[in-house]
């Protein structure tokens, strides 16, 4: 991430989120074959995992809606982490992170968040919003 869209950030509307686990779409890329991005259902998310064979399999959050099932098939629960979108860190579902209230969405685990939004808020921000996360009230700043 650019310093400007680090910059853009601190100014935008953020709010604690715990994501869900979801289903998934799941499809087998066989090794060395182009798979057309035309194919792939409309997502903001996907993930590559290469398998053992040099196949490649991808994933894409499903929340219903039409898909090419020759292609795709649905996997209960596979969806089940997210990925901090500065440090890249795993963050698992159900655990607290923040993420922008407006398009495009972003998420920060609470550690990037701390360092990046809320010590730029100012000293005393930044002791109120660890004290709240103490008793466990995760308002964001």
């Given at each position: 991430m650019i310093y400007e869209e680090l910059d853009r950030l601190r100014t935008v509307a953020w709010m604690p989120s715990r994501i869900p686990v979801r289903d998934a779409l799941a499809a087998s890329v066989p090794k060395d074959?182009?798979?057309?991005?035309?194919?792939?259902?409309?997502?903001?998310?996907?993930?590559?995992?290469?398998?053992?064979?040099?196949?490649?399999?991808?994933?894409i959050p499903y929340d219903g809606g039409s898909f090419d099932s020759a292609l795709f098939h649905i996997v209960p629960g596979a969806w089940d982490h997210t990925t901090c979108d500065l440090c890249v860190a795993h963050i698992p579902a159900m655990t607290i992170c923040y993420v922008t209230r407006v398009n495009?969405?972003?998420?920060f685990?609470?550690?990037?968040?701390?360092?990046?939004?809320v010590s730029r808020a100012g000293v005393f921000k930044l002791i109120l919003w660890r004290a709240r996360r103490l008793i466990g009230l995760h308002a964001a700043v």
């Open positions: 074959v182009e798979f057309s991005k035309d194919l792939i259902p409309p997502s903001y998310e996907q993930r590559w995992y290469p398998q053992q064979d040099g196949s490649l399999r991808l994933l495009p969405y972003v998420a685990c609470s550690a990037c968040y701390a360092k990046q939004v």
